[in-house]
């Protein structure tokens, strides 16, 4: 048990359709993050939220959205994905820059 | 541009030997690393990490050592057993941002019985 959980675990979806990731930690950090891990690849930082404001988007497309109502949950917003977005997406949380990132399980996301 | 990357993308090890995992990153600015584990089908798991005012650290079977003179990392895992068996990671930050970091692309560690 790492602290951090996710749903779900698996979602298939189609290009058109809209879902949500979820992610919740139990640690009290104040900083939560989304990543994408592609087979082979390091993991690509997407988001970054610090105490509920988002502080870094690498560059992702407009089809992912972050949501961070507070400082315990943050959701990833899907919509009309593209086949090159099926990955691994993981959620993480820390407190403060220079202390280690704890990671949930993921969610594996396939695009049909 | 900046990157941390690993020597050998697989590492196998005999049960009971020790492992050896390394990393080189190039970012000099760099001040704080992490080494993370991952299993199938879970997320990174956090291992040791080491500031880069240390050139030594160790925890339970595990030690980190930080050469930054030639920009290299390295993870010792003491008689290894099967357990040990996953995906290897590790990750450089530099700054107080939560956000300037990046993380290797990961050394598989199988252990032969």
New interface residues.
Partial sequence: E?G?T?TPRHLVMGMTNKKSLKCEQHLGHN?M?WYKQSA????E?MF?Y?FKEQ??N?SVPSRFSPECPNSSHLFLHLHTLQPEDSALY?C?S?Q???Q???????TRLSIL | GESVGLHLPTLSVQEGDNSIINCAYSNSASDYFIWYKQESGKGPQFIIDIRSNMDKRQGQRVTVLLNKTVKHLSLQIAATQPGDSAVYFCAERWGSSASKIIFGSGTRLSIRP
């Fill in positions: 790492t951090v996710q900083a993050y082979k690849k390091p993991l930082l970054v610090n502080t870094e690498n993981l993480a820390s403060g820059g220079h280690p990132q704890h990671f949930g399980d993921g």
